[in-house]
């Protein structure tokens, strides 16, 4: 079946320090996405990208489709950066959304 | 652009009872999921709809769990009677198809006692 396996499993960080989220998955890709989830349960949408590269301000994210694996950057860390990130997946000829267990990150002033 | 509206928030109650939850998804969004978040784990989908047509409920618990999308917009489900283990958070999400991107709405949270 298919496969989310997200590490590691935690991070912990000063506040400026950069860190590197992967996320390797089990088949052809149809749909790849990150989410933050905050400390309320609100999961909030990063990226959706099943392939290429994409930046939004201190993040970016990049999906190498062929070697089956997506990497989320985080740069220059805040404390409001703290949470679970989720990679979350779709592949083959399956179109469910399977979540990996997450990463939980945090980031000490 | 509105999000995914859900409520109640929070519920609680005991054992055996019933309880439904409500999801409106983004406007136009033809794909509903409907998620459960154990606390500690990542979401598991229990159903996706296509308008008004069910794509996958395979982890969906029949024997307790329904859910309806009348009319291809908004959505229900329920859970009679429920269990200890129903305790998690309910999420519904929306795309505007079934490869796009997901949005979610701010879940319910549910406690049973």
């Known amino acids: 079946g298919i496969q989310v396996e997200q590490s590691p499993p935690d991070l912990i960080l000063q506040e400026g320090a950069n860190s590197t989220l992967r996320c390797n998955f089990s088949d052809s890709v149809n749909n790849l996405q990150w989410f933050h989830q905050n400390p309320w349960g609100q999961l909030i949408n990063l990226f959706y990208i099943p392939s290429g590269t994409k930046q939004n301000g201190r993040l970016s994210a990049t999906t190498v489709a062929t070697e089956r694996y997506s990497l989320l950057y985080i740069s220059s860390s805040q404390t409001t950066d703290s949470g679970v990130y989720f990679c979350?997946?779709?592949?083959?000829?399956?179109?469910?959304?399977?979540f990996g267990k997450g990463t939980l990150l945090t980031v000490n002033p | 652009e509105a999000g995914v509206a859900q409520s109640p928030r929070y519920k609680i109650i005991e054992k055996r009872q019933s309880v439904a939850f409500w999801c409106n998804p983004i406007?136009?969004?033809?794909?509903l999921y409907w998620y459960q978040q154990i606390l500690g784990q990542g979401p598991k989908l229990l159903i996706q709809?296509?308008?008004?047509?069910?794509?996958?409920d395979s982890q969906l618990p029949k024997d307790r769990f329904s859910a309806e999308r009348l009319k291809g917009v908004d959505s229900t489900l329920k859970i009679q009677p429920a269990k200890l283990e129903d305790s998690a958070v309910y999420l519904c999400a929306s795309s505007w198809r079934n490869t796009g991107e997901l949005f979610f709405g701010e879940g319910s949270r549910l406690t049973v006692l």
């Open positions: 406007s136009g969004h033809a794909t």
């Open positions: 979350a997946f779709s592949g083959g000829s399956n179109y469910k959304l399977t």
């Open positions: 709809f296509q308008n008004n047509g069910v794509v996958d």
